[in-house]
C-alpha cells in the first residue's frame, strides 16, 4: 500500500484544518470513488451499523484511496480484534463507538497505537504493512512508527454517561480534541455543547450554530465553519 497522501487527513487535523467527509453504509466502490471526485477529504465507513463487512472495508479503503479520501473505519465496538483488523487492511484510522468512561478511551488507544503508545499486535504482511516489501521500512521509519504517526484514532461519545464523565475522558490524554457535530448542535440539546465551549475553551472545535451548513443528515452532513470534523452525527474526540 504506497499512498503518498496517507497521514494528510490527521496532518490537517492537527493544523486544525476543515475536513468534511460523509458517513457511507453502502457496499459500493464507484459510490466511495465518487467521492473523491466531489471533493471530500475523508470517508467514515461504518462496519457498525449496516452490512459492510472487513472483506467489503477492504475494497472500499482501496476505491477511496484511489480516489484521494481518507477511509475511516467505524468499528462495531470497543474490540482489539476488530480495531487490529480495520487498520490492517489499510484504513488511515478508527471510530469506536460508546465511549462512557477514561478506561474506554485508553482501551481503543491500547488496541489502536504500537509500542511504547499501546500494544497494538504487529503484522507486516499486510496491506498496512505494504505486504513486507520495505521489509517493515516505509521512507527510513519503520512500520510501527509511521502507523503510530498516521494512523487517526477517534472515540466516539454518544449518551449521557459519556457526557457525565467528559472530565475525565478528556483528561486522559491532552492531545484529545472535541468535535461538534450536527445532531446534537442543531437539536434542542446543543446547550450542552454550548457549555462544554465554555469549559474546554480553544479544545473544543464548535462555532456558533448559525455558521454550520449542511446537505441533510442521510448523506453526512457537509460542514462549513468547523475546525476538523471527524463524525458528523453527535460528538467525538480525536486522539493523535
Known amino acids: 500500500m504506497t499512498d503518498p497522501n496517507r497521514g494528510q487527513l490527521k496532518k490537517r ?15 459500493s466502490c464507484a459510490l466511495v470513488e465518487t467521492l473523491g471526485y466531489a471533493g ?3 470517508c467514515i465507513l461504518d462496519s457498525e451499523h449496516g452490512p459492510l463487512s472487513m472483506e467489503t472495508c477492504m ?44 478506561a474506554d478511551a485508553e482501551r481503543v488507544v491500547h488496541s489502536a497505537k504500537y509500542a511504547p503508545i499501546g500494544e497494538r499486535g504487529l503484522s507486516i ?12 521500512s516505509g521512507g527510513g521509519k519503520s512500520h510501527t512508527g509511521r502507523q503510530n504517526d498516521e ?8 449518551g449521557k454517561r459519556g457526557l457525565d464523565n467528559l472530565d475525565e475522558i478528556m483528561a486522559a490524554d491532552q492531545r484529545v480534541h472535541l468535535i461538534n457535530g450536527t445532531f446534537l448542535s442543531l437539536s434542542p440539546h446543543r446547550h450542552v455543547f454550548q457549555n462544554l465551549a465554555k469549559k474546554y475553551g480553544d ?15 442521510a448523506t453526512g452532513a457537509a460542514m462549513a465553519g468547523l475546525r476538523p470534523i471527524v463524525d458528523l452525527s453527535t460528538g467525538s474526540f480525536i486522539y493523535e
Request: aromatic share 6%.
Open 203 to 217: 479544545r473544543m472545535m464548535m462555532p456558533p450554530i448559525s455558521e454550520l451548513g449542511f446537505c441533510g443528515l
Open 13 to 27: 487535523l492537527q493544523k486544525g484544518e476543515t475536513v468534511i467527509g460523509p458517513f457511507v453504509i453502502v457496499p
Open 40 to 42: 471530500m477529504d475523508f
Open 151 to 158: 494512523t487517526a484514532v477517534v472515540v466516539h461519545i454518544e
Open 59 to 102: 475494497d472500499l479503503v482501496i476505491a477511496a484511496q484511489g480516489a484521494g479520501v481518507a477511509p475511516i473505519i467505524r468499528v462495531g465496538a470497543n474490540d482489539e480484534r476488530l480495531i487490529l483488523r480495520a487498520l490492517d487492511i489499510g484504513s488511515e484510522g478508527v471510530q469506536v463507538p460508546q465511549i462512557n468512561v477514561k
Open 125 to 136: 504482511f499486510t496491506r498496512a504493512g505494504n505486504y513486507f516489501k520495505e521489509g517493515g
